[in-house]
Structures are given as structure tokens and as C-alpha cells.
């Protein structure tokens, strides 16, 4: 349960939570890069719901691909401006590995967070940008347009406080396919230790 999955960067890691069907990761062959942003300001995070292409339906950070020839981080400023009309000092918060069974490839996502940003948040083709509001342990309503987790990749609940925590994560997920839709099948996310 405790032993690093094949595809997980990050070093020092501490388990943090798994879960699934604990028999078999599924194999992979390649690997392409993609990256995940956030913006977490005044208690609320942006997120955006894809209006197309994979994860169709889903909120979600902003990011894409990294064409050749980017670092991760170039990528993921330029698909945060692309999608969400804004830049952002962007800090790498963790790496999720990504199976979906049916793909060709492994999804290697690196993910960053931002405190701030510049410009104006502004719908996309792609992305329709919307605030919503941080889980408050203070409030006993809870937030009043809270995370919309059922709409989102169902593994994002394990790690997104991680990053709204600033504690840095690497966790593998993957997914097979339950006739249309993809389903957790197997996960397991650790973090960094800090060397002190
Ligand atoms: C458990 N699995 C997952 N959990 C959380 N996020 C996930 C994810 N699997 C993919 N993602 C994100 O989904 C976007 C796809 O990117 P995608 O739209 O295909 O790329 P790009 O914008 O380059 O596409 P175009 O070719 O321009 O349409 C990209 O942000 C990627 O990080």
C-alpha cells in the first residue's frame, strides 16, 4: 500500500492516502506532459469548466499540453492566459500521473498554484472561469458557492487541499472506463517531506 508506484516523481515522500483496487497498476509506454494552474486568492479558487475536448463537462484548473521546445511552467502561464485571460507568478505545487485506460499515452501533469494575478479573468473557447469559495472550518453552513467536487475529476478531493495547503504532492491516478464515463480504479499520493 506504502510502496511508490511506478511514473511517481518527488522525492521524500511521505504516503499521504490510497486507495482502489490495490491488485495492478495499469502499463504504459509513453508519457506526454500537461499542466494544471489555479489561482488561490481571498479564500476563493478559480476554476474552470472545459467546454471542450477531454474532460468535457468537468471543472477543473486551467492547462493543456506542453508544446516542444517549453518548460512546464512557460506552458502552464500560457495556457493559464489563453484559457483564463490572465497571467500569474505561477509555483509548481505538485506532479499527478495519470492513467485512462483506452489512452495511448500516461499523463505526466505538473500543477502550480498562484496567490495572485494580473489581468482580467475572461472566458475562453475552451474554459468558462469561476470563483468558488475555500472549505471554511470556521462556518458551520459551510461556504456559501462551495468547490463543486462531484463535477470534477474524482481524485482531485485527495489532493486539492494539498494545494490550498501549500504542501507539496506527486500521486498516480488511474482510470477505466465503466461504459462511457472513467471511474477511479486505483490511486496513491504522497508528500514531500520537508529536510529539515
Ligand atoms: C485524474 N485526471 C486528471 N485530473 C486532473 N486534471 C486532469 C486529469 N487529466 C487531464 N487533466 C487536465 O485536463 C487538461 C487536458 O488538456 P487538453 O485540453 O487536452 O490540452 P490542450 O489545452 O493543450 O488541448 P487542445 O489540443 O488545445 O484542445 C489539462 O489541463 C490536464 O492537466
Redesign the pocket.
Known amino acids: 500500500m506504502t510502496d511508490i508506484p511506478p511514473g511517481v516523481s518527488g522525492t521524500n515522500l511521505q504516503f499521504f492516502a490510497s486507495g482502489g483496487d490495490e491488485s495492478v497498476w495499469l502499463p504504459y509506454t509513453n508519457i506526454k506532459y500537461?499542466?494544471?494552474a489555479f489561482i488561490v486568492k481571498d479564500n476563493r479558487v478559480l476554476l474552470g469548466y472545459?467546454k471542450?475536448?477531454?474532460?468535457l463537462g468537468k471543472y477543473?484548473?486551467?492547462?493543456?499540453?506542453v508544446e516542444p521546445g517549453e518548460t512546464p511552467l512557460q506552458a502552464a502561464i500560457r495556457?493559464l492566459e489563453e484559457?483564463a485571460g490572465v497571467k500569474a507568478p505561477l509555483e509548481h505545487a505538485g506532479c499527478?500521473f495519470?492513467l485512462?485506460e483506452g489512452a495511448e499515452w500516461a499523463?505526466q501533469?505538473e500543477i502550480y498554484r498562484a496567490d495572485n494575478y494580473e489581468g482580467i479573468v475572461t472566458e475562453s473557447d475552451?474554459m468558462r472561469p469561476e470563483w468558488f469559495s475555500l472549505p471554511d472550518p470556521i462556518s458551520k453552513d459551510g461556504p456559501i458557492n462551495p468547490i463543486p467536487f462531484s463535477k470534477m475529476?474524482e481524485?482531485?478531493e485527495i489532493w486539492l487541499p494539498l494545494l490550498f495547503e501549500k504542501r507539496k504532492f506527486f500521486g498516480r491516478?488511474d482510470?477505466t472506463k465503466a461504459g462511457d464515463v472513467l471511474v477511479p480504479h486505483r490511486w496513491w499520493y504522497g508528500v514531500e517531506q520537508n529536510e529539515s
Open positions: 500537461y499542466t494544471n472545459k471542450r475536448g477531454f474532460g477543473n484548473g486551467f492547462g493543456g499540453k495556457e484559457e499527478l495519470f485512462s499523463f501533469i475552451e475529476w481524485t482531485d491516478a482510470f
